[in-house]
């Protein structure tokens, strides 16, 4: 696997304002209908929610000749893809072309609700049924989750990695948060060899905020 460019461009990759004209600057991306924003490094983009918006989107990158983002958007058009739309409100990929690393940096954004209105009190015990679920996979190792704190509030933090094919495993990092009697899942993904180096996952955390 080549892993040697999606290390490099997570290394050096923060959240933060444009600091010259040379520099690129973040992008702040606003889900109304959910209640959130996040703020996204350059280079990650963000994954319409229809298969139709996503075969617009490929057909525009490849009028810009930009073939190999096309490709990456082309899996949101797979069954596994399709399922993925449906199942969460938000994603976004960051471009690690030309590496061909099996598990780009990903981040998604699930909202569930419950039979009753969801408090802080819940957090605990939705960090032990995420980590329990994920712990299902044959191979996976899952930390004990732990409540952490960020700017948005309590938050339970679950981390590990699960067996994705021969060879592979993806790496994750989980932030459950409530809001409004919601449950918000914050989920990060990478190929778990370079998750020590993800910091900018904390970081996407960090400056997820509510709208």
Do not use: C
Not at 121 to 130: E, Q, S, V
Request: charged content about 15%.
């Amino acid at each position: 696997m080549k892993l040697a460019a999606a290390a490099a461009a997570i290394a050096v990759l923060a959240v933060a304002p444009a600091a010259s004209a040379a520099t690129p600057a973040s992008t702040k991306w606003v889900v109304k209908q959910y209640g959130f924003s996040v703020i996204l490094p350059p280079k990650w983009n963000p994954v319409p929610r229809t298969a139709a918006a996503v075969q617009k989107t490929i057909a525009a990158l490849k009028k810009q000749k930009k073939a190999a983002l096309a490709s990456e958007y082309s899996f949101y058009l797979t069954a596994p893809g399709k399922a993925q739309l449906k199942d969460y409100v938000f994603q976004a990929f960051l471009d690690i072309a030309p590496s061909t690393d099996p598990i780009a940096p990903q981040f998604a954004v699930q909202v569930s609700k419950g039979s009753k209105p969801y408090t802080n009190a819940d957090l605990p015990a939705a960090g032990r049924a995420y980590a329990s679920a994920l712990a299902q996979h044959k191979g996976a190792k899952i930390a004990v989750p732990k409540q952490i704190k960020l700017p948005t509030g309590p938050a339970e933090f679950v981390t590990g990695t699960v067996p994705a094919g021969t060879g592979i495993a993806d790496g994750f990092e989980l932030y459950l948060l409530i809001h409004k009697g919601k449950l918000y899942a914050l989920k990060f993904d990478i190929d778990a060899q370079v998750l020590s180096q993800a910091k900018v996952f904390r970081s996407i955390a960090e400056h997820f905020a509510w709208v």
